[in-house]
DNA sequence: TCGGTGGTTTACGTTTACGTCAAGAAGGAT
DNA sequence: ATCCTTCTTGACGTAAACGTAAACCACCGA
């Protein structure tokens, strides 16, 4: 039952951050490790919570953003307006996630036409190459 | 044939930004309209590209990003060694978007958990006000 | 002729997300 | 005891992406 922890620099290592950037998190208030004495001590949750800020950033959400996404994600039960509230603002990021998928599709669609005049202009210079 | 033109305030309003970041996206070498004297005049062709900025921000790409991405759309033939780096580039580019979309896959299954939890608790509270 | 309306450049301000020292405390090895 | 490593808290610096304000043309209708 000897729940893991972390080291600063361990998830630093792990995850291909630097410390300062955790630090900066914790001040923003997207995660509080628990201390012993100053030294910060790191659960497997605060890695998931850290994980989950790399991938907001990953598809372009703010800190802020990523800060919602995590109180979503907590357990600390508030009452009933805050919980619809709380629903609103899923369904709002759903269809950002929605908008985000079509953006995705577009820009592969672009990245092939790209492709495909690229490699239709290497044809061409080969075959004047051949002559 | 009357090629349709726009003024930096048409372009503005119909996609919803400043006239100030359309200029500044010009300084930044995303875009080059013509000009009448002092005056911008944006082509339809100038509209597109505007468009593909606004979709690559909504993806979290920089505008430096969005600047390669212009560049690999346009049909400004380079040598070969520039044409293979630009395959390089859209490869790259391509499994960029396909990490994005594991991201928001991954996204929506939590926002998936974070809403039963909602619900489950917005259950209990109309039960215990049921009584 | 005069007052908008819409365009321009220049320039400084602001927010976000950290980077980069500096200075110090704590524990372990020699 | 001293040195090394790893941690800590400031505090200032910086790049990106504009916002905002000033000061200036140019035309157009009343």
Do not use: H, W
Request: proline share 2%; with cysteine.
């Amino acid at each position: 039952m000897s729940s893991q922890t972390y080291s600063i620099s361990d998830l630093a290592r792990e995850l291909d951050i630097t410390t300062r950037a955790i630090r900066f998190y914790e001040e923003q208030g997207l995660l509080s490790p628990e201390r012993r004495g100053q030294e910060r001590i790191y659960s497997p949750r605060d890695k998931v919570t850290l994980k989950l800020i790399l991938r907001g950033k990953r598809i372009g959400f703010s800190l802020a953003e990523c800060r919602e996404l995590i109180e979503l994600y907590d357990p600390s039960g508030g009452n009933t307006k805050q919980l619809n509230s709380m629903l609103a603002k899923i369904s709002e990021r759903r269809e950002q996630l929605e908008q985000q998928l079509l953006d995705i599709e577009q820009m592969k669609l672009e990245l092939d036409t790209a492709e495909e005049r690229c490699v239709q202009a290497l044809e061409q210079t080969l075959k004047s190459q051949a002559v």
